[in-house]
């Protein structure tokens, strides 16, 4: 195949919320969605990006499909599998895409767990395939002049932060898989991992970390990085919005040494640049992951 030749994704978790993201990015990209997968057969918004693509609900169906597709040759197969199902079941996706000689792209958190980071890494070295993990934070424009800031900052500069992040959820959520800890890792690992992924890229490695607040809805905690102390506020309370959010239902607030930083757009097109960057021999691998999964891992067992 040429460098310009289309390549074919299968997509898993084509249902959930953030799959249309992935549906975007793909044909964005220039490429081809395939095949689908979900145990739900609500995905008629395939229609809005591809009129071609084979829909399974059942993973064996998927699997047989995808198979088929493989023996069929370099320009049947799938090269890659957007893996957007439910974070418990991440590690298996990924290693279902790379025992068909797909790579695997993603959504956070990549896993739960450090120690599934360890079998992956192994998987990729028997395959010689990749995973990429969906980390666009880092590819935000305002992050990354915040990480630019930072480096320029004298070598001994410690900054202080502040992040508060509330995105509302209804009932919906808690009967749901992400309202279980066990399959979601909870409110830090679901709607924060993100954040701490960006807060270790800028600022780097964790040397402490306390949490003042455990409950459902939200949590509260403070980290000491390398270079700043942050204090962080996670929460899918709508009652929790302050007064400045009226007619919103997402508060995103980043201070650093008391002086607001704006990062509240700029966030529809990330799935698109991240795809780009995969394509273009780049990406955001294993070993960039692992920071961020370690911290939240801790976060819920701490």
């Known amino acids: 195949m040429t460098k310009s030749t289309p390549k074919n994704f299968g997509l898993?978790?084509?249902?959930?919320?953030?799959?249309?993201?992935?549906?975007?990015?793909?044909?964005?990209?220039?490429?081809?969605?395939?095949?689908?997968?979900?145990?739900?057969?609500?995905?008629?918004?395939?229609?809005?990006?591809?009129?071609?693509?084979?829909?399974?609900?059942e993973f064996e169906r998927f699997d047989r499909h995808a198979e088929k597709l493989r023996r069929m040759g370099e320009e049947h197969r799938l090269h890659y599998i957007s893996i957007a199902s439910p974070?418990?079941?991440?590690?298996?996706?990924?290693?279902?895409?790379?025992?068909?000689g797909a790579d695997a792209i993603c959504e956070k958190p990549l896993v739960l767990n450090p120690w599934n980071v360890d079998a992956l890494q192994e998987i990729e070295q028997e395959t010689g395939q990749r995973i990429y993990n969906v980390l666009q934070l880092r590819l935000h424009p305002s992050i990354q002049a915040l990480k630019k800031q930072v480096e320029a900052a004298p070598a001994g500069k410690h900054f202080n932060v502040d992040l508060t992040y509330i995105t509302s959820r209804g009932p919906w959520y808690f009967t749901s898989w992400k309202g279980d800890i066990h399959k979601s890792g909870g409110v830090a690992t679901n709607i924060g991992v993100h954040f701490f992924d960006a807060l270790l890229w800028i600022f780097g490695p964790?040397?402490?970390?306390?949490?003042?607040?455990?409950?459902?809805?939200?949590?509260?905690?403070?980290?000491?990085l390398e270079r700043a102390s942050v204090s962080w506020h996670l929460s899918v309370d709508r009652s929790e919005l302050p007064a400045e959010a009226i007619g919103t239902t997402t508060w995103r607030s980043l201070t650093l040494d008391g002086e607001k930083f704006e990062f509240s757009d700029g966030f529809n097109d990330l799935h698109t640049a991240i795809y780009s960057d995969i394509l273009q021999g780049g990406g955001f691998g294993l070993k960039d992951s692992r920071a961020a999964i370690e911290l939240v891992q801790q976060i819920r067992t701490q």
């Open 206 to 224: 964790c040397m402490k970390s306390t949490v003042s607040v455990r409950e459902e809805k939200r949590m509260k905690g403070h980290l000491e």
């Open 87 to 100: 974070n418990y079941l991440h590690d298996a996706h990924c290693r279902f895409a790379l025992r068909i």
């Open 12 to 57: 898993i978790g084509a249902a959930g919320y953030v799959a249309p993201r992935h549906m975007k990015a793909i044909r964005d990209t220039g490429n081809r969605l395939v095949a689908a997968l979900d145990p739900k057969d609500s995905v008629g918004v395939l229609d809005s990006y591809s009129f071609d693509v084979s829909f399974f609900t």
